[in-house]
């Protein structure tokens, strides 16, 4: 597993803390948003489709540690937007790492050499860089939409590599996805120096203009991690839990628990996931106290909730699970030891699709705006 030990036993220590406590819903991972703002514009992405006068506003530092302190979750992620347009940045790193929070902070990687080579940052256990990649080159540059992204982000990334600093990568997997190119992504990203890879489906923002992309069948979504997780080589590193990833395969069936990964932005403590939004309040308090959880989830016959496999809302229930009991821990830790998953059903599959079209091939009648075609632009100098 790509997860150091001093991040493991910190979440681990956590976690039994929360169980000794009893408490039943806690975090785990905060999603920071501290702007919607973005130098790219991705199909399938929600959140910079507000107006202007939303893209423009963002929150203070202040505002994010005080987040970060009420909530308590070990772990903070800081996705956008892109984060690294936010002018006091630097700052709200530095002020994280000093409350000792493990950081993922997520970006697409285009101003991330600017600011190593700036010094904006300095490698520390606490700090990781989680760049968004979905997939090879030819995948990657079409799902946001410009190309010449995945070559300005593999350069940074090597980049901050030899300079120490922690980098993981984290892919949106759509329908159409290619399970052989994503297994040659893996091994990419493996040569890069990538302390571990982060996958999860795609789901379907509302304001997200594509809505043609994302997976929308569970079986469909199984059969394809499925195959790109069986079979798997051992030099693979994987920045998840593994029972998410058994789960995401159908050997496993998790109910949503979103509350293990609350999200602050702009407008407040949004409810109930960083997917949806079912209103804001004002304190994690009443996020956790007044959200009507069980209105959503499978189990709760919510529509918008039914095809949704996202590592936001799932993954923390396998964390949970490890910890919940004798047999939880067994099956992580068998998970973690014997993780090749021998499947000759799965080759054979893999080699059938290697004959079909995938990607931007298959995708390009697919993904419209307003009727018309998904424009690529090249790569602006950042």
Known sequence: MGVPLSQMWTVATYILKQKLKRRKRYPLVLMLEPLFRCNLACAGCGKIQYPAHILNRQLTPEQCFDAVDECGAPMVSIPGGEPLLHPQIQQIVEGLIQRRKYIYLCTNALLLKKN???????PSKYLTFSVHMDGQEEHHDFAVCREGTYKKAAEAMKLAVNMGFRVTTNATLFDGTDP????????????????????????????????QSFLAERKNTNDLFEMIFSNRKKSWKFNQSPLFIEYLMGKRDYECTPWGNPTYNIFGWQKPCYLLQDGYVDTFDELINTTEWNNFGRASGNPACQQ???HCGHEPSAVDHTFSSIGGLWATVKAMLFSKYKNPQAHQRLAEEANKPHGPTAQIHKLTIDGKPVAKTKVEAA
């Open 308 to 310: 949704c496999m996202v």
């Open 180 to 211: 052989n190119s994503v297994r040659d992504y893996f091994d990419e990203m493996m040569d890069i120096g990538v302390e571990g890879v982060m996958v999860s489906p795609g789901y379907a923002y509302p304001k997200a203009p594509d809505q």
């Open 116 to 122: 190593l080579e700036a010094g904006v940052f300095q």
